[in-house]
């Protein structure tokens, strides 16, 4: 769990550092930055999307898992955890909207590829730590970055990155037939997807629920396995 952990401290250093300096920098120039990591962020998230060799399973992974995310508002319920944050840190200029709306982002930016998956499974299969540690080190340059313009909610996305990676490593011997090359490439692909619409909100062209889309990376991996059954 070593790597897990200094993954997770990493996002958090990282995005400490970049609400420090977000405090010196005018609304105009973060603004602009805002636009442009929107920018980065649909074109990352177009990179994954050709990770992806099954479109059907693309689609039914992403009707289920809105389906499922809609019934419980995921996107609800993280904005209320915005509001509780808000309420907590007086001091930040974030509201419930963007504190989700960071937490979103960082989260699916740093747990969406294969570096996440594949870090994760070495780590608990055979203890080796590298892939995570290389990771943690892109996630602190990308948590400083992100959190100048999105906010605290990055900084909170340590604890989504931290139960996902640390759910792989303890799972890892029942998760690694599922998790197969094939299977990575499809979550990236589905995962890639809500990157999309992450960037087209950031830079305020749609208001799409990007939250309740997330039960989708759990249900592509799951009919990745049922595929390979028939």
């Given at each position: 769990?070593?790597?897990?952990?200094?993954?997770?401290?990493?996002?958090?250093?990282?995005?400490?550092?970049?609400?420090?300096?977000?405090?010196?920098?005018?609304?105009?120039?973060?603004?602009?930055?805002?636009?442009?990591?929107?920018?980065?962020?649909?074109?990352?998230?177009?990179?994954?999307?050709?990770?992806?060799?099954?479109?059907?399973?693309?689609?039914?992974?992403?009707?289920?898992?809105?389906?499922?995310?809609?019934?419980?508002?995921?996107?609800?319920?993280?904005?209320?955890?915005?509001?509780?944050?808000?309420?907590?840190?007086?001091?930040?200029?974030?509201?419930?909207?963007?504190?989700?709306?960071?937490?979103?982002?960082?989260?699916?930016?740093?747990?969406?590829?294969?570096?996440?998956?594949?870090?994760?499974?070495?780590?608990?299969?055979s203890g080796d730590n590298t892939m995570l540690f290389t990771k943690s080190v892109l996630d602190f340059i990308s948590s400083v970055v992100l959190s100048v313009s999105l906010g605290i909610g990055v900084l909170f996305s340590a604890?989504?990155?931290?139960?996902?990676?640390?759910?792989?490593?303890?799972?890892?011997?029942?998760?690694?037939?599922?998790?197969?090359s094939a299977a990575i490439g499809e979550i990236t692909c589905t995962g890639s997807i809500m990157i999309i619409a992450l960037g087209l909100n950031i830079i305020g062209i749609t208001e799409i629920k990007v939250a309740n889309y997330?039960?989708?990376?759990?249900?592509?991996?799951?009919?990745?396995?049922?595929?390979?059954?028939?």
């Amino acid at each position: 769990m070593i790597g897990v952990i200094v993954n997770s401290i990493a996002i958090i250093s990282g995005s400490i550092i970049g609400l420090l300096f977000k405090k010196g920098i005018s609304k105009k120039i973060t603004d602009a930055v805002m636009v442009g990591i929107g920018l980065c962020t649909i074109y990352i998230g177009i990179s994954g999307t050709l990770k992806g060799k099954n479109t059907l399973i693309l689609i039914v992974s992403i009707v289920i898992g809105t389906i499922i995310g809609a019934w419980i508002d995921i996107d609800k319920q993280i904005t209320i955890l915005g509001e509780w944050i808000g309420r907590r840190f007086k001091s930040s200029s974030d509201n419930s909207i963007s504190v989700a709306r960071g937490f979103v982002a960082a989260s699916l930016l740093s747990c969406v590829g294969a570096m996440s998956i594949v870090g994760a499974l070495n780590a608990g299969l055979s203890g080796d730590n590298t892939m995570l540690f290389t990771k943690s080190v892109l996630d602190f340059i990308s948590s400083v970055v992100l959190s100048v313009s999105l906010g605290i909610g990055v900084l909170f996305s340590a604890s989504f990155v931290f139960l996902f990676e640390g759910g792989i490593v303890l799972l890892a011997q029942f998760l690694q037939p599922i998790l197969t090359s094939a299977a990575i490439g499809e979550i990236t692909c589905t995962g890639s997807i809500m990157i999309i619409a992450l960037g087209l909100n950031i830079i305020g062209i749609t208001e799409i629920k990007v939250a309740n889309y997330l039960p989708a990376i759990i249900i592509t991996p799951i009919l990745c396995w049922m595929v390979t059954l028939i």
